[in-house]
């Protein structure tokens, strides 16, 4: 089957730029997760969907950070504007159930603000 | 809150020798842990988890792990490590069954590098 897919895999912006980040979750998932992992550091829940609604966006930086999940598919990230902070790796991970199923995730998205 | 804890940030072990990662984490309600692997540039890929049942779980690639929960640990094992073991080590736990769970707690990660 198909895994996780994430694009674009790199991205470089200046701060203040907006960007987004797209990720279609294995066929059937009901649960789609974002995480962001900042350079030696573990990856941190930024969202959680359970099909197209919100579960847990308590991590997301609500000021410049949103997310939507379109039809309880497909789902974009974006950041307006973006920080130096912003600088990491956006993981993108589904899972058949919100419950202690395992969670596949995708390549991930590089960005880096400059 | 939950948290964990990986002892080690980095790991150096000569191929064929055996290696353990050291994982703790804290949570006032019952737990699932998992080890996840990251090779260079790719995503997260699961090793092992522990839901119930035996405290010994057995995973890919020839890991294991032993949940001890008096000291709150869930230690990961290879007897023999290959250069191909070389990644970032992550473990990782999760939010109750019974919730609205899934949520994953990661540690900091743990750099294994094999030198021949």
């Known amino acids: 089957e198909a895994g996780v897919a994430q694009s674009p895999r790199y991205k470089i912006i200046e701060k203040r730029q907006s960007v987004a980040f797209w990720c279609n979750p294995i066929s059937g998932h009901a649960t789609l997760y974002w995480y962001q992992q900042i350079l030696g550091q573990g990856p941190k829940l930024l969202i959680q969907f359970q099909n197209n609604g919100v579960v847990d966006d308590s991590q997301l930086p609500k000021d410049r950070f949103s997310a939507e999940r379109l039809k309880g598919v497909d789902s974009t990230l974006k950041i307006q504007p973006a920080k130096l902070e912003d600088s990491a790796v956006y993981l993108c991970?589904?899972?058949?159930?919100?419950?202690?199923?395992?969670?596949?995730f995708g390549p991930g998205t590089r960005l880096t603000v400059l | 809150a939950q948290s964990v804890t990986q002892l080690d940030s980095q790991v150096p072990v000569f191929e064929e020798a055996p290696v353990e990662l050291r994982c703790n984490y804290s949570?006032?309600?019952?737990?699932?842990l998992f080890w996840y692997v990251q090779y260079p540039n790719q995503g997260l890929q699961l090793l092992l988890k522990?839901?119930?049942?035996?405290?010994l779980v057995k995973g890919i690639n020839g890991f294991e792990a032993e949940f001890n929960k008096s000291q709150t640990s869930f230690h990961l094992r290879k007897p023999s490590v290959h250069i191909s073991d070389t990644a970032e080590y992550f473990c990782?736990?999760?939010?109750?069954?019974?919730?609205?769970?899934?949520?994953?707690?990661f540690g900091q990660g743990t750099e294994l590098s094999v030198k021949p």
């Open positions: 991970a589904s899972s058949f159930r919100a419950t202690a199923d395992e969670q596949f």
């Open positions: 990782a736990v999760a939010e109750g069954i019974y919730n609205q769970g899934g949520k994953l707690i």
């Open positions: 522990y839901l119930s049942g035996s405290t």
């Open positions: 949570s006032s309600v019952s737990v699932y």
